[in-house]
């Protein structure tokens, strides 16, 4: 399978570089990034730097929302599958995202590792017993070189429990501004940055007396990679369409 990088020389597409490279059904045809030197002091314009010998079969994207544009208008006029693993996407760009899968196969996860994806599972069932009687908040923690807060993989998990709760939740992001006591009707949601703090998510059911926490840690940014990967397996022949991690994993 012949892949393109999006985000070549970031954290996550140095690691996916390595994961490819020990595969021997897989290929990197393509890796773009913004690194002006590298493509003769431009930006990203995607006509001129997707300019590579021989044929993709998928784009792996760990990369800045600001890539997403040019990204799905490459993808969409070479009729490329895509995995989309970035974060820190707006709501517009969410809607691009569903309306391009109408055209080309799109794979989107915030959270490529199976850990997390199987913590969603867990805390959906205990939102669904639990929720009457108690708090929900979510707590993340990064490195300090992460540009967007709070995670993807936190707004992914509260999106998750509130769809099991009918959407009758609202996020409070943090409480600095809050200054009232906690609605029933909350999920709060926290984020800590710092050092190489590869990525952990915490969700806590605070009742009367008891508190139950689930919690996943990222030991390396390999499990991300690794999932990347699958999802790309997965896709390359599918038709078009918005495909999660509840496709791969959860059935
Ligand atoms: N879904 C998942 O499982 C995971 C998702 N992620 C997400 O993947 C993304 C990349 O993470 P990571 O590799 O750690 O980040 P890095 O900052 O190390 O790399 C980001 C890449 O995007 C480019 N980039 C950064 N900022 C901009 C900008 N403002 N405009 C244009 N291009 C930019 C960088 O180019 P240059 O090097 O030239 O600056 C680089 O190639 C993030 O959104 C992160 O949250 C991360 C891990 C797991
Ligand atoms: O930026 C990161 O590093 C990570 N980002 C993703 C997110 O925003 O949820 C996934 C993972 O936690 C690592």
Redesign the pocket.
Known sequence: MKIIIN???????QVLTKQIENDPDLEIVAGV???PDKYKNKYPVYKDIFEFKGKADVVID???P??LPGLLDYCIEKNLPIVI????FSNKDYKDIQKSSKKIPIFY?????LGINVLIKLVREAAKILAESFDIEIIEKHHN????AP??TAYMIANKINEELNNSKEYVFGRYTKKEKRNKNEIGIHAIRGGTIVGEHSVIFAGLDEIIEIKHTAMS?NI?AI??IKAAKFIVNKDKGLYSMDDLVIT
Request: glycine share 18%.
């Open positions: 985000g070549c020389n970031g954290k996550m597409g990034d913004r690194t760990f990369s800045n600001y890539y693993a970035t974060t820190g996860s915030a959270n490529m590792s070189n992460k540009i967007d995670s993807g940014k991300f999932g990347a």
